[in-house]
T-cell receptor, first 112, second 114 residues
Framework: NAGVTQTPKFRILKIGQSMTLQCTQD?????MYWYRQDPGMGLKLIYY???????DKGEVPNGYNVSRSTTEDFPLRLELAAPSQTSVYFC???????????FGQGTRLTVV | GNSVTQMEGPVTLSEEAFLTINCTYT??????LFWYVQYPGEGLQLLLK???ADDKGSNKGFEATYRKETTSFHLEKGSVQVSDSAVYFC?????????????WGLGTSLAVNP
């Protein structure tokens, strides 16, 4: 019962570098989400997907890209990392109907 | 638009004290309401939910009642424990076609002292 798995757990990037945050779920959920969590700011939705091949922007998509080639995977790409992207990133998934969202353990990213 | 407002933290209580964390919302349509909990260093997990007016969600001694007349979903627990120390998030989801996005409050940090 793995649920939602995110990798890596921690990462330090230099300004201008790029990286991909991996997210995979084994619950056959159609809906997947990427959030960032900044201290005292709650959760901000970056991108979401309603199914394989379909993605859409959330509240704060600038500086990020996503893809959804399979139901299981929803990677988040950071191009040209900036200090403003220092945050904790959470991937989540949910099924149809009024089901709960399941969260990964998070990736703590620092851009220096 | 849709929004969630939670009482600001941090909230500090002694063990066995009564807990209330206020949550109010604005929404178009008929939202489902949720409380999620985030323990230190972990992701969020569902604590309880209610999908229609007057429903009461409950779990682990926590309760919240969906009050449409006051647009509220306050979280309560009669006797908190040190292990309840965490950040609590109120959220709503409005049924609108394929929209499954959750609207989040800012979170309320709870610290329970022995």
């Amino acid at each position: 019962n793995a649920g939602v798995t995110q990798t890596p757990k921690f990462r330090i990037l230099k300004i201008g570098q790029s990286m991909t945050l991996q997210c995979t779920q084994d619950m056959n959920h159609n809906y997947m989400y990427w959030y960032r969590q900044d201290p005292g700011m709650g959760l901000k939705l970056i991108y979401y997907s309603v199914g394989a091949g379909i993605t859409d922007k959330g509240e704060v998509p600038n500086g990020y890209n996503v893809s959804r080639s399979t139901t299981e995977d929803f990677p988040l790409r950071l191009e040209l990392a900036a200090p403003s992207q220092t945050s904790v990133y959470f991937c989540a998934s949910s099924g149809t109907g009024d089901t709960e969202a399941f969260f990964g353990q998070g990736t703590r990213l620092t851009v220096v | 638009g849709n929004s969630v407002t939670q009482m600001e933290g941090p909230v500090t209580l002694s063990e066995e004290a009564f807990l209330t964390i206020n949550c109010t919302y604005t929404a178009t349509g008929y939202p489902s309401l949720f409380w999620y909990v985030q323990y230190p260093g972990e992701g969020l997990q569902l604590l309880l939910k209610a999908t229609k007016a007057d429903d009461k969600g409950s779990n682990k001694g926590f309760e919240a009642t969906y009050r449409k007349e006051t647009t509220s979903f306050h979280l309560e627990k009669g006797s908190v424990q040190v292990s309840d120390s965490a950040v609590y998030f109120c959220a709503l989801r409005v049924r609108a076609g394929n929209n499954r996005k959750l609207i989040w409050g800012l979170g309320t940090s709870l610290a329970v002292n022995p």
